[in-house]
């Protein structure tokens, strides 16, 4: 059974929106944080967002109002809804878990700090 199976990435024009999903099978309920990743061709693997066990939420400051990540606990599945999406957010997304709890509310973002990953979906943004 694969740990981490994300969905929902296309393609769409600039101001569209999409929404990804990450079914956790095996982490959801273990993991203290879990959080949506972006990398582009020729760049390092960004955080883009990242939850807590408790709903509390870090994002990045480049998708700040335009991009909820949230969860449902019942489903064991992630969500990033992606609306007023830009060419810059073209990459690939990838979910992860087993994510580093930083403390006074706050999840990492680092990559190296989460030890479970999808396979990734492509997100693809035209201008």
């Known amino acids: 059974q694969v740990p981490l199976v994300e969905s929902g990435g296309g393609s769409v024009q600039a101001g569209g929106s999409l929404r990804l999903s990450c079914v956790a099978s095996n982490y959801f309920h273990s993991s203290s944080c879990m959080g949506w990743f972006r990398q582009a061709p020729g760049k390092e693997r960004e955080g883009v967002a990242s939850i807590g066990s408790d709903g509390s939420t870090n994002y990045a400051d480049s998708v700040k109002g335009r991009f909820t990540l949230s969860k449902d606990n019942a489903k064991n599945t992630l969500y990033l809804q992606m609306n007023s999406l830009r060419p810059e957010d073209t990459a690939f997304y990838y979910c992860?878990?087993?994510?580093?709890?930083?403390?006074?509310?706050?999840?990492?973002?680092?990559?190296?700090?989460?030890?479970?990953w999808g396979q990734g979906t492509q997100v693809t943004v035209s201008s």
């Open positions: 992860a878990a087993r994510g580093t709890f930083l403390g006074f509310g706050r999840c990492s973002r680092e990559s190296t700090d989460f030890r479970s």
